[in-house]
C-alpha cells in the first residue's frame, strides 16, 4: 500500500507515515462512517433551510443545512431546555429566585415635548393594566425659563412616577426613576410642563417602561 510521509505540526519535528488515500477528500455515502463503524448515509441527515442567496434554479434556494438533532443531545443544562421550550412573542427574562425562564412583552413609549406644549399632557394610555417600570425624563435642549420644571405622574398626582425635585430642565441630561408602580388599562400617564418664566427654549423626550401586570 503507497504511504506518504506528512510533518506534524508543533513542539518536536516528527514525520508520521500515512495512507496516499487518507490525505483524499471524504464521500458520504461511500467513505464516511458513523461513531459505531457504520457507512453514514444521506438519509441520517436532518435537513434544514434553504441557504438564502444560494443556487438551485429558479427557487434561489441552496442547498440542505443540516441541523443539531436535539433529541440525540445529553446533559443539557435545565435553563437551557427551559430556554428553548419557550414560544411566543417577547424577551426572555429568567427570575432571579427560581430560575425560571419566560416572555415579557415590555412596552415603551417615547415622546417628544416642548416648552410651549399644553400642560398637562397626557404622553401615554396603556392597553392594558401593567406596572410603571422606569419613568424618564431626557432633556434634549435646556429650558431657559426661570423656575422651570418637569414631572411626571397621573391625572391629580403630578409626581407620582418622577417628581419635579429629580428633574432640572435647565441642564441637558437625562433624569429616571423607578416608580415600579401599577397603572390601569386605560388610566394616562401625564407630563407636567411648567416652562417658567421668559422661556424661550426648551424640549427633550419622555420614555415610559411598563410591563403587563400578568407578567410583571
Do not use: C
Amino acid at each position: 500500500m503507497a504511504k506518504i510521509e506528512v510533518v506534524m505540526q508543533g513542539g518536536l519535528r516528527r514525520i508520521v507515515d500515512l495512507d496516499l488515500k487518507a490525505t483524499s477528500g471524504a464521500t458520504i455515502g461511500k467513505d464516511v462512517f458513523n461513531p459505531g463503524g457504520s457507512l453514514f448515509v444521506p438519509a441520517q441527515q436532518t435537513p434544514g433551510p434553504p441557504i438564502a442567496g444560494g443556487g438551485g434554479g429558479g427557487g434561489g434556494g441552496g442547498p440542505p443545512v443540516s441541523i443539531s438533532d436535539w433529541a440525540l443531545l445529553m446533559n443539557i443544562p435545565q435553563n437551557i431546555v427551559d430556554l428553548a421550550a419557550l414560544t411566543g412573542g417577547g424577551f426572555a427574562w429568567r427570575d432571579p429566585d427560581d430560575g425560571h425562564w419566560e416572555l415579557r412583552r415590555s412596552g415603551r413609549a417615547v415622546i417628544p415635548f416642548a416648552f410651549g406644549d399644553a400642560t398637562p399632557e397626557s404622553v401615554y394610555i396603556p392597553s392594558e393594566a401593567g406596572v410603571v417600570v422606569t419613568a424618564r425624563i431626557a432633556v434634549d435642549v435646556a429650558f431657559n425659563g426661570t423656575g422651570a420644571a418637569l414631572s411626571i405622574g397621573s391625572i391629580g398626582s403630578p409626581g407620582l412616577y418622577l417628581p419635579a425635585s429629580d428633574v432640572n430642565p435647565a441642564v441637558v441630561a437625562s433624569y429616571e426613576s423607578v416608580p415600579d408602580l401599577p397603572v390601569g388599562a386605560g388610566d394616562d400617564i401625564m407630563l407636567y410642563i411648567t416652562p417658567g418664566s421668559g422661556a424661550s427654549t426648551g424640549s427633550g423626550r419622555v420614555i415610559i417602561d411598563m410591563i403587563p401586570t400578568a407578567e410583571s
